[in-house]
């Protein structure tokens, strides 16, 4: 006989819609550090590059361990 | 049998076939019946699309970084180049050059109190070559209507968003020498 779910499929959709927001907010995110990184970086300001890096990809892991929940 | 208004929506619709499933089959998952389960199925491959976006701008910044490291390895020695005699250049008069490599343009200017100063003549906007108009005080880039201090090379209107490279000069008595080439984000 099968387990009755977690959640019923409304707290799915709540926690999935959570979790989507979170996803926009890191990707926004995402988005600005790119393109603040690639002006300095033309600008001849190179400093901001490796920590632009780590921080991109700190979302991108974030972003990958929310998927992990729906 | 129950109105399709009034069914309970975590109730599941049988398949076509009318047979329940334990156990169903993978891909019955990502094709439901319900349209409940169908909007979770719809917000979830959503939320993987955000995902892949999410790998493409660390690929970018990646692509960035990977950029920086091959630039600051093949950065050219800066070598001392004569752009000019001592008096070649009457109060006013305007110069180009090639610094410091051979497609590199450049502008050497002497101001109306007899500085000379040198920038990079490509706009930071768009790369257009930019004009020197003494008589006003300014860098012109006649692309976008861009505007550069010409004592400072600092970006005073339009859109570029960078101060001109400033090339570092050295007179001597035989002539003026371009010795090194200053990038800036702010003058």
């Known amino acids: 006989m099968r387990s009755r779910p977690r959640f019923t499929r409304a707290q799915r959709t709540t926690i999935v ?3 989507i927001c979170f996803l ?7 988005l600005w550090l790119l393109t603040a990184t690639m002006d300095a970086f033309l600008g001849g300001d190179s400093s901001i590059v ?3 890096l780590l921080a991109s990809t700190v979302c991108l892991l974030l972003g990958a361990g929310l998927l992990r929940y729906i | 049998m129950t109105d399709e208004r009034t069914r309970d929506p975590d109730d599941v619709s049988l398949a076509p076939n009318a047979q329940v499933e334990a156990d169903p089959p993978a891909w019955r998952q990502d094709f439901p019946i319900d349209w409940p389960k169908d909007e979770f199925v719809a917000r979830r491959e959503f939320a993987k699309f955000m995902v892949l976006t999410s790998c493409a701008f660390v690929a970018g910044q990646g692509w960035i970084a990977a950029q920086h490291l091959v630039r600051s390895r093949r950065i ?10 001592a008096d070649e250049l009457p109060p006013g008069g ?8 051979e497609h590199d343009r450049c502008v050497l200017v002497r101001l109306a109190d007899g500085e000379l100063v040198a920038f990079s003549q490509l706009c930071t906007h768009l790369s257009c070559a930019v004009i020197p108009d003494v008589g006003r005080g300014v860098f012109v880039c006649p692309c976008h209507e861009g505007y550069f201090d010409l004592r400072t090379g600092r970006n005073i209107a339009g859109p570029p968003p960078r101060p001109l490279p400033r090339v570092e000069l050295r007179t001597d008595p035989d002539g003026v020498y371009a010795v ?8």
């Open chain 2, 180 to 187: 090194g080439i200053d990038v800036r984000t702010v003058a």
């Open chain 1, 50 to 52: 490796g920590p632009a």
């Open chain 1, 24 to 30: 926009l907010v890191l990707t926004v995110l995402q």
């Open chain 2, 94 to 101: 305007a110069k180009t050059f090639n610094y410091p490599g």
């Open chain 1, 17 to 19: 819609n959570g979790v």
């Open chain 2, 76 to 85: 050219a020695p800066v070598t001392s180049l004569k752009i000019a005699d």
